[in-house]
């Protein structure tokens, strides 16, 4: 067969089978549903603080919390959109801007897009924060309403740059003239408080609410009902359901891994021109998403933890005994000779070596070595063929990878 006929039985089996997808945009991060099921407590309560602005009353500024996927972002934007339509069919003056800390990223970035949603213009880079500042509080004051300002992800903003903006942003409200703001932050970090100055805290925390991951049952019950106008009539069965909502809720209850594993299943079975999604697409799907997000973690290491995980790798591949943070710090500084790279403090790399256990990519275990005091036993914490593969593909570690270190020649097994 030559590949115009492979591809011509591609397209016709892709024709021919049944449809898989209804509309997949239903499944995508940012869609916000017409409804979220267990989430109509929280709903009612964020409208609750934020329903005096329709008197033109500013509102407490608000701290949400709660871990990835816990339906943080969809109920805030939910709240705040409907707020807005309830003040254009009123006529007030009620706007408000969402912010995401994490892809937006610095200070100046942030405080551009809320000029931005006042209709000030402010330029890409190049004036100082507090000009931007003074431009904001003029905008503020113009607008002469209330403005609600989300901070979602905001405590990427607060550990990259500090609590500076808040700081400001929490006062601001005492040199207007005409506006009022208020704020919504929004934070995956539950131990984001630590962060702030007790002044921001205690302005920016005027009401709290902490969002609790789902469990199996609320899983299936918000994959229903998402599935419902995602996927075709039939295709998708019951137990994978079921299946999707235990796998997401033995992480830590995430929606968004549930609805991930049911967009790649669906793919799978698409793929496949399969008629339902079954189980095994289910599993499959899991192991899709487990490989990529591996593989990505480990492309966008800084260059230090790459060398760390490397000298793991080495040691791994030459089987030897020897896998203490001594060992891996000897190779490490090797390897950054070879890197061209200055090697850092055994300390940095400890911490290091910490990282890296906590995202899984290394596995770390305190032994005793008797009179000698302790030290850490390191293991890979994903399978030493994942890292080569991709490792091979980094133009600085493609060659490494094949590097004998010196204290490893004839140490093998030893
Ligand atoms: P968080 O901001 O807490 O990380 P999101 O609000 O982004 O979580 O939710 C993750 C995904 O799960 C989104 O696609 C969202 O639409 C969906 N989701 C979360 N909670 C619910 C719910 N109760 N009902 C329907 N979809 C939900
Ligand atoms: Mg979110």
């Given amino acids: 067969m030559n590949d115009s006929s492979v591809l011509e039985g591609v397209f016709d089996r892709f024709l021919n089978s049944a449809r898989v997808f209804k509309d997949r945009e239903m499944l995508r991060h940012d869609y916000v549903p017409e409804n979220l099921p267990h989430r109509t407590e929280q709903i009612q309560l964020l409208g609750e603080i934020v329903a005096p602005v329709l008197k033109g009353v500013r509102c407490s500024n608000i701290l949400i919390y709660g871990k990835t996927g816990t339906g943080k972002t969809a109920a805030a934007k939910?709240?705040?959109?409907?707020?807005s339509q309830k003040a254009q069919e009123w006529r007030l003056p009620v706007r408000f801007c969402y912010v995401n800390c994490r892809w937006v990223g610095t200070e100046y970035r942030v405080l551009s897009a809320l000029c931005g949603a006042l209709g000030i213009e402010v330029p890409f880079t190049g004036l100082a924060l507090g000009e931007v500042f003074d431009r904001f509080r003029k905008g503020l004051d113009a607008h002469n309403g209330v403005f609600i300002v989300v901070l979602d992800e905001i405590d990427a903003l607060v550990k990259a740059h500090g609590d500076t903006l808040?700081?400001?942003l929490t006062r601001v409200n005492e040199v207007l003239h005409f506006g009022r703001t208020a704020i919504v932050g929004i934070s995956n970090d539950l131990r984001f408080k630590d962060f702030l100055d007790p002044r921001v805290l205690s302005s920016l925390s005027e009401e709290e609410t902490v969002f609790r991951p789902y469990d199996a049952a609320e899983l299936r019950d918000i994959l229903l009902d998402r599935a419902k106008s995602a996927f075709c009539d039939e295709v998708l069965s019951e137990s994978a359901v079921s299946l999707c909502a235990a796998l997401a809720a033995a992480e830590h209850g995430d929606a968004r891994r549930a609805l991930d594993l049911l967009r790649v299943a669906g793919e799978l079975a698409e793929r496949e021109s399969a008629e339902t999604i079954t189980e095994e697409h289910i599993r499959r799907a899991e192991r899709r998403i487990e490989h990529d997000r591996v593989v990505e973690a480990l492309e966008n290491l800084p260059a230090h933890s790459k060398l760390v995980l490397l000298g793991v790798y080495l040691l791994a591949k030459a089987n030897t005994a020897r896998a203490i943070t001594g060992d891996i710090y000897e190779i490490y500084c090797e390897l950054c000779?070879?890197?061209?790279?200055?090697?850092?403090?055994?300390?940095?790399v400890s911490s290091l070596i910490n990282e890296l256990d906590v995202i899984g990519l290394l596995n770390t275990r305190v032994v005793s070595m008797g009179r000698h005091g302790r030290t850490k036993k390191i293991r890979l914490g994903v399978p030493r063929g994942m890292i080569g593969s991709v490792f091979i593909n980094d133009e600085r570690l493609e060659r490494l990878i094949k590097y004998t270190p010196r204290c490893l020649i004839g140490a093998a097994n030893s």
Wanted: glycine fraction near 4%.
């Fill in 78 to 83: 939910y709240v705040l959109n409907k707020l």
């Fill in 166 to 168: 808040l700081y400001e």
């Fill in 337 to 348: 000779n070879q890197a061209g790279l200055t090697p850092l403090t055994q300390r940095r």
